[in-house]
């Protein structure tokens, strides 16, 4: 019974248009290297926009140590590169240290922005750029 109906799916032209292909390109996949110890490489992304909250906060800011696996979750009100950059440096740097090299996603908020790029740049972290 399997045959026949994949045989008709194939040769009717109707379910050909209407056939979402499920399958996903695949993207330009770079190697990143591996974490020797906690806290040297970190990944930033940013989650949101949600629903804003009493206290004004819309996003959420993802830090991942590449090491541990350990999340960081920020709730801020925008996700510009000067919220982001005093964020990181609150909540993450002022905690556990500065990281060997940061890897960002590959959004506007973190890679097009000169503020956060030369504040990260201040404190000698290396950023590197991901691809989506």
Not at 9 to 38: D, F, Y
Not at 39 to 57: H, L, R, V
Request: hydrophobic fraction near 35%.
């Amino acid at each position: 019974m399997k045959r026949p109906i994949s045989q008709h799916i194939q040769s009717c032209l109707l379910c050909q248009q209407h056939n979402i292909n499920r399958s996903k390109k695949p993207g330009r996949l770079q190697p990143i290297s591996r974490s020797e110890g906690l806290f040297q490489m970190i990944g930033i992304d940013y989650c949101g926009p949600f629903k804003q909250t009493p206290s004004g906060n819309q996003y959420v800011l993802c830090i991942t140590d590449y090491f541990t696996r350990w999340v960081t979750a920020i709730a801020l009100p925008d996700c510009s590169a000067q919220t982001t950059a005093q964020a990181i440096f609150t909540a993450y740097i002022c905690r556990y240290g500065v990281p060997l090299s940061t890897l960002p996603d590959c959004s506007a908020q973190t890679t097009a922005q000169a503020i956060f790029t030369a504040y990260i740049c201040r404190y000698g972290v290396p950023l590197s750029i991901l691809s989506d």
